[in-house]
């Protein structure tokens, strides 16, 4: 499905600043937004993520205003329109854009200030588990900025601003929707459809609350399978264990099941995973999270993993446990040297300033927190 959008939003760019409300090429147009994104982003500059940025109009409105931006889009074609666009204006060195699915935007440990997205939300499968985790995107003192709306007579799409209050109310805080229809300058031209923005403020978390990750070792013989990271905004172009995040619902090893199906194409039964070892880790300039390490072997005549997520992934492969690359994420590597000793609890804790990649002379970051679990079970 992510292929089939990407290549019709990829066709769709050349024509889609045609729209006065894309392009904002009107000079009327284009003040109107810009007054209206003017009250619903902080006053002070401020760090603003703009979730299918399309060619980037909103986003150039930010930053001509002097907040740091990031814009995702899922097509390439979008995004480099976007690119053109404010290095024309000569704000590309404030913004960073970048290719990838808005509904789990890849910007890693980053935190935001306000999380943007127009026309956007109700595209998305599940919008209710998108809200919570974009709102975990948020710095304290957050918000989200939904531009939303419902249009159609006949065949309806979209959704009311009723129906998003109610998406938005399990979050606490305070949800204010402001109508825009009514508003001619905004579209260019009168409408009669239900056009408005939601400025969502969660509620402050109470409580600690970390991200969990899992991590599969996938092992064939005396190798271990890796893969190449890319286009992701984190680590890219160093070798990792596929990997991902749980989401709202799951368990650890069902998240683990999915992931390998939807990075290495590979369907895992629960019992074909052991749990090697539990990792409190954090990267350079990042929240800790607690990441699951699973261990899985590739027996004799059993399907092939292959790369099935390639926007992402450059390449998979084969690595000898014994002679593990150097080039790989640092706490990836910290956990596979854990598991070849025996560790079945680790802390491995960057401080800033630290590399992403593993550094055979840097500071060792790995704290085992319990004696091996089979001492010298090196491999």
């Not at 007054?35 to 619903?40: D, E, F, T």
């Not at 948020?138 to 009723?162: C, F, K, N, Q």
């Not at 949800?175 to 408005?196: F, H, K, M, T």
Request: with cysteine; hydrophobic share 45%.
């Amino acid at each position: 499905m992510d292929t089939e959008n990407r290549a019709f939003w990829d066709a769709a760019a050349e024509h889609f600043d045609d729209e006065p409300d894309h392009g904002l090429r009107d000079p009327r147009v284009r003040d109107a937004w810009a007054a209206r994104l003017r009250s619903w982003l902080p006053g002070a500059p401020s760090e603003v993520l703009d979730l299918g940025c399309g060619t980037g109009s909103l986003a150039l409105l930010a930053a001509a205003d002097g907040h740091r931006v990031t814009g995702v889009d899922l097509s390439q074609e979008m995004v480099a329109r976007a690119r053109r666009k404010l290095s024309d204006a000569g704000l590309a060195a404030g913004a960073r854009l970048l290719v990838g699915d808005a509904a789990r935007p890849p910007v890693a440990e980053r935190r935001y200030d306000v999380v943007l997205a127009r026309h956007l939300l109700w595209t998305l499968p599940d919008p209710a588990a998108v809200l919570r985790r974009w709102v975990r995107l948020l710095r304290p003192g957050g918000r989200l900025v939904l531009v939303e709306g419902r249009w159609g007579a006949v065949s309806p799409v979209g959704i009311t601003a009723d129906a998003l209050a109610e998406l938005a109310a399990p979050l606490g805080g305070a949800v204010r929707i402001e109508q825009l229809g009514a508003v001619r300058e905004l579209w260019g031209r009168a409408v009669d459809d239900e056009r408005y923005v939601a400025v969502v403020h969660p509620a402050a978390p109470r409580r600690h609350a970390e991200i969990v990750d899992v991590h599969l070792l996938l092992v064939r013989g005396a190798e271990v399978l890796l893969a190449r990271r890319a286009n992701t905004g984190y680590a890219d172009g160093l070798l990792h264990a596929p990997s991902g995040h749980l989401e709202d619902g799951e368990d650890v090893r069902a998240a683990m099941v999915r992931e390998a199906r939807e990075e290495i194409g590979l369907d895992l039964a629960p019992e074909d995973l052991e749990a090697v070892l539990v990792m409190q880790h954090r990267a350079p300039d990042a929240q800790a999270r607690i990441g699951w390490f699973f261990l899985a072997r590739q027996a004799e005549g059993a399907p092939q993993p292959v790369n099935a997520e390639p926007a992402k992934c450059s390449g998979i492969g084969w690595y000898p446990l014994d002679a593990l690359p150097e080039d790989l994420v640092a706490y990836c590597r910290a956990g596979l040297d854990a598991y070849r000793a025996g560790h079945r609890f680790l802390l491995h804790l960057h401080e800033r300033g630290d590399a992403v990649a593993h550094d055979p002379a840097g500071p060792d970051r790995a704290v085992p927190l319990a004696p091996p679990a089979v001492p010298g079970s090196g491999i």
